[in-house]
């Protein structure tokens, strides 16, 4: 007799539970609503007749990477800028205004976005479908269609909330990036030698004012840096972008490295690219690690 009550209330519990569970899954308009941290990456490739020796794949690869931000209203609009790099195209310094319209959003919390890039020329229409977890916090994304552009680019995004209002995020400054972060970078260098493939760590220790002292490693094509003084500068604007110019010495130089990007998650963590014409690709996530 105890067993069957066990039972019964077992699976009360559980009829309970499952539909709290989908409600709290259940997505809308609203829950977009906010301002993100995005990133899409990727590339493009072109098929050769051309084979090149193993390990290497044959044709031509264009990398693609794209930081930015975006604030969605409740209708399902948004509004924001990025700045973006593919192949040899580098869409330069300024930020470059951003639309987005959200033209499905399911119960399941999948939907679909549109819009049009113009850059260099190219004027293309986009559309993604979006996949949204955490009740909005979170977004990830992938290209379902590519008009009048370059079709053969593949990407995935991830979106990361900043603040859940439809007014644009108004709340950041030098504080922002004040602690010890952890930047990790994967890159694309033009050299003497051609284009080769570059990885590195970057510890920095940031003051109140956005002035920073670091460690750099980094493995540059067969070249490897294992720890490298080098000094910067954040400048953060109050809609959580910034610029972080890097002072890098090199055999008696200095060399200038200038990057983009936009703080999330009240500034523990950002996306960002380096913008200098000599690195066709670069991206770079950076995560506090202490005061």
């Not at 977009?32 to 493009?44: F, I, Q």
């Not at 995004?157 to 108004?170: E, L, Y």
């Not at 990007?261 to 690690?289: C, T, W």
Request: hydrophobic letters at 40%.
């Amino acid at each position: 007799m105890n067993r069957a009550i066990e039972i019964t209330a077992l699976l009360l519990c559980f009829c309970v539970a499952v539909p709290a569970l989908h409600a709290k899954d259940t997505c809308s308009l609203q829950t977009l609503v906010g301002t993100y941290a995005v990133y899409e990456k990727g590339a493009s490739s072109f098929l050769s007749l051309t084979a090149n020796p193993f390990p290497f794949f044959p044709g031509i690869t264009a990398p693609f990477v794209n930081v930015g931000e975006l604030t969605f209203s409740p209708q399902g609009v948004g509004t924001g800028s990025y700045w973006i790099k593919i192949g040899a195209l580098n869409g330069g310094f300024a930020p470059i205004p951003d639309s987005v319209t959200v033209t499905e959003m399911n119960r399941d919390c999948t939907g679909k976005i549109r819009y049009i890039v113009n850059l260099s020329g190219i004027s293309a229409t986009i559309e993604e479908r979006i996949f949204v977890f955490d009740e909005g916090r979170e977004i990830r994304s992938v290209p379902t269609s590519i008009q009048q552009g370059i079709d053969t680019l593949a990407w995935f995004g991830v979106w990361q909330r900043i603040s859940k209002s439809s007014r644009p995020v108004n709340s950041c400054g030098p504080w922002t990036a004040r602690g010890t972060y952890l930047l990790t970078a994967e890159n694309i260098v033009n050299t003497e030698q051609g284009n080769v493939a570059d990885a590195l760590f970057i510890r920095e220790q940031v003051s109140w004012n956005g002035d920073y002292t670091g460690t750099l490693y980094e493995k540059l094509g067969p070249l490897s840096v294992d720890g490298l003084s080098v000094t910067g500068k954040y400048d953060v604007n109050p809609d959580c972008s910034f610029t972080n110019v890097m002072v890098v010495p090199i055999q008696g130089m200095s060399v200038t490295v200038t990057m983009k990007g936009v703080f999330y998650n009240q500034g523990h963590d950002f996306y960002a690219l380096a913008m200098d014409v000599e690195v066709p690709y670069s991206f770079i996530e950076g995560k506090r690690i202490g005061l």
